[in-house]
């Protein structure tokens, strides 16, 4: 049977090199073989301090780029036009224990050290069951940083399973063979992200050319001059390794460097090639604002319609009338 895909993007900030080849390009290519469907999570951006304004325009500009990623021929929508999602996400949180989503690494890391931790950020892992669980999907590309919340999403459906009767599919992760993980290019033992303030360590999508080859240029290296894939003893050349493997789509162990400035040179190129052809895409489709308002809202009514089914389901296993 076509396996069920589904797969979200946090609007939180620009989209960055790290979200291009920990997901959105696994997500291209399982289009051929799969069913897919893919939302700007902008809920999910509703977890930490934001701005109404920026909020709107950052996920208008994810969607576009998911598009001109290539995503075209899968369902993209956003998600807070599809109200299934809150409602299944009710569902999950009466499902779920507080001991559970307290553990999860995510809350621990964005919640230490705060005054204010929106109550939302606890019960996150619920929604994201909620979008995952709602298009009844078995495959959900993601990085490594997402992988607990997968298990969760595992653990709540089984559970509900138990509970109230087969209802949900039980999903699974999948991860990219390389660049599962990029790292941040000033400091390569951290991830590469793009709410978190280190914007000369972090590729964003829409970098113009120059910008990207200075970022990449001035990344950290190790200390030696060895040119080899250790992410132990070289977080920072095997960072700058993986980021060209993906872009090449060369195998690491075929790449070979005699300095880390030519390293550096090639990486920085395919980065460039890589974003190319996906800036030239989005510069068309921002052309045209009331179309792609038009696709959106297409998007969104058909991930409404195949929602339907399965939250009637779910209702009705509960006890809802
Ligand atoms: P987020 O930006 O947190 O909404 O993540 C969207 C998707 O991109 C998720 O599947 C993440 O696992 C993935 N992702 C985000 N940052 C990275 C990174 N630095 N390396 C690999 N995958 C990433
Ligand atoms: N939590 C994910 C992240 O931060 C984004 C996300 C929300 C997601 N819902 C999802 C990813 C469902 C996969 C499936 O990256």
């Known amino acids: 049977m076509t396996k069920r895909v589904f797969s979200g993007f946090q609007p939180t900030g620009h989209l960055t090199i790290g979200n291009l080849l920990g997901a959105i390009r696994p997500a291209v290519q399982l289009q051929d073989e799969a069913d897919c469907v893919y939302a700007v999570v902008d809920l999910h951006a509703l977890t930490v301090r934001h701005d109404p304004e920026r909020l709107r325009a950052r996920t208008r500009e994810a969607a576009t780029l998911l598009l001109a990623c290539g995503l075209d021929r899968s369902l ?28 999860m690494i995510q809350f621990k890391e964005k919640s230490a050290g705060q005054e204010e931790v929106r109550l939302s950020l606890l019960t996150y892992p619920a929604l994201m069951a909620a979008d995952i669980l709602l298009h009844r999907t078995d495959l ?11 298990e969760l999403t595992r653990d709540l459906a089984l559970r509900f399973n138990r509970l109230y009767g087969e209802t949900f599919t039980v999903p699974e992760a999948v991860h990219p063979r390389v660049a599962a993980r990029v790292m941040d290019l000033t400091t390569p033992t951290s991830k590469m992200g793009k709410s978190n303030g280190s914007t000369a360590g ?24 060895e040119v080899r894939y250790d992410p132990q003893d070289k977080p920072g050349v095997s960072n700058l390794l993986a980021v060209l493997a993906a872009c090449s789509g060369r195998p690491v ?15 920085a190129e395919a ?21 792609l308002s038009r ?24 006890g809802l009338p």
């Open 253 to 267: 162990e075929s790449l070979a460097h005699e300095t880390y400035g030519a390293l550096k040179r090639d990486t």
């Open 295 to 318: 696709l959106l809202a297409a998007g969104a009514a058909r991930a409404a319609e195949r929602g339907a089914g399965l939250l009637a389901a779910a209702r009705e296993a509960i």
């Open 202 to 225: 972090t590729v964003y999508m829409l970098d113009p050319p120059a910008d990207v080859r200075r970022k990449v240029m001035r990344a950290v290296t190790d200390s030696g001059t």
């Open 76 to 103: 993209v929508y956003i998600q807070s036009q599809v109200p299934a999602h809150t409602e299944l996400s009710y569902l999950l949180e009466s499902t779920a224990y507080f001991g559970e989503m307290r553990r």
């Open 140 to 150: 959900v590309p993601v990085g490594e940083d997402q992988r607990q919340h997968v």
């Open 271 to 291: 980065v460039v090639e890589t974003l190319r052809p996906i800036q030239e895409r989005y510069l068309e489709l921002s052309a045209d604002p009331a179309e």
